[in-house]
Nanobody
Framework: QVRLVESGGGLVQAGGSLRISCAASGRTFGRYVMGWFRQPPGKEREFVAGISGGGAIIYYSDSVKGRFTTSRDNAKNMVYLQMNNLKPEDTAVYSC????????????????WGQGTQVTVSS
């Protein structure tokens, strides 16, 4: 079992930056691939980024590539999403998720989810 708790969301102006964090419970955090997903208002949940257990493999969606960076600190059981040059279309509830295995983009393939944190980007 892995319990995930996101923090750090908020309101930011377009062009600004925000870092959201995900704290995980458990002593085997490094075994889990971590994914970031977002759900814009009225839309389906979408993959944002994924990072392997050791941090060597990272994937980004095309919509955030070059603007967002994910990282993890296994000693602290933390994963982060640094979001730069934010756009109004980045407004969404952002959630972290965990799975064992490889980095994948499908939300249904992740076993554990946080409750989500709201990110709102004003124009």
């Amino acid at each position: 079992q892995v319990r995930l708790v996101e923090s750090g969301g908020g309101l930011v102006q377009a062009g600004g930056s925000l870092r959201i964090s995900c704290a995980a419970s458990g002593r085997t955090f490094g075994r889990y691939v971590m994914g970031w997903f977002r759900q814009p208002p009225g839309k389906e949940r979408e993959f944002v980024a994924g990072i392997s257990g050791g941090g060597a493999i990272i994937y980004y969606s095309d919509s955030v590539k070059g603007r967002f960076t994910t990282s993890r600190d296994n000693a602290k059981n933390m994963v982060y999403l640094q979001m730069n040059n934010l756009k109004p279309e980045d407004t969404a509830v952002y959630s972290c998720a965990a799975r064992e295995g490889g980095v994948v983009t499908g939300a249904s393939l992740y076993s554990y989810w946080g409750q989500g944190t709201q990110v709102t980007v004003s124009s």
